[in-house]
């Protein structure tokens, strides 16, 4: 079957150590700031320790999962997805929330072709899809495996015996394969919290 091409960014699988996944740390986003984060996006610390959006080849600090702050109304705002150079009240902080355990595994579509051979091997976000604004959804997706230091290690390549469902081009119910737009599950490798430089820009 040929894979659908459908990115979602990263999801949230399982712990690489076997304890609690999925555990969020509240992060500051700076006022106004002009770039819109998805649920999903790949998000770095910028100099003054906010959460900037992430591209190829930076230090992370995980993923983005939401924010919450007080509108300039006043009301108390969630979202999955943050809106460009949104003004929060002023005096208040605008927390961006983060899964930001480097043990945490994360499930991705490739945009490369990806294999059962791909196991241990190194690759990076590719950011070409952009998210959305009706769903929240991150278009990020993996980058095909390259060199040691690319953002992820490849640590399992989703294929038929895991039964993992999709649509198929007819709209049918199938199960995604190994090979193009392959579900792959991901470490972050080159993150803030495994003991090298802390800020990207």
């Not at 604004?133 to 490849?154: D, L, N, P, V």
Request: aromatic content about 10%.
């Amino acid at each position: 079957m040929a894979n659908p091409s459908a990115p979602f960014g990263f999801r949230p699988w399982t712990h690489g150590s076997g304890g609690t996944p999925g555990r969020l740390t509240e992060y500051p986003l700076s006022t106004a700031y002009a770039t819109a984060l998805y649920y999903g996006d790949l998000v770095l610390l910028s100099a003054g320790g906010d959460v900037n959006i992430a591209a190829a080849g930076n230090q992370v600090v995980g993923v983005f999962a939401g924010v919450n702050y007080y509108a300039a109304d006043g009301s108390v705002v969630y979202k999955k997805h943050w809106t460009a150079a949104t003004a929060e009240q002023t005096g208040s902080t605008i927390k961006a929330l983060v899964y930001d355990d480097p043990q945490q595994l994360f499930l991705a579509q490739s945009a490369g072709s990806m294999t059962r051979a791909d196991v241990g091997q190194f690759c990076d976000v590719d950011t070409s899809s952009g998210g959305s604004a009706s769903t929240g959804i991150s278009g990020q997706q993996t980058s095909a495996t390259g060199g040691s230091e690319t953002t992820f290690k490849i640590v399992d390549v989703v294929d038929v015996n895991k039964q993992y469902p999709c649509r198929n081009a007819a709209g049918n119910q199938d199960f995604y394969a190994t090979g193009t737009n392959a579900l792959v599950v991901v470490r972050a490798v080159k993150h803030v919290h495994n003991g090298i430089a802390t800020t990207e820009v």
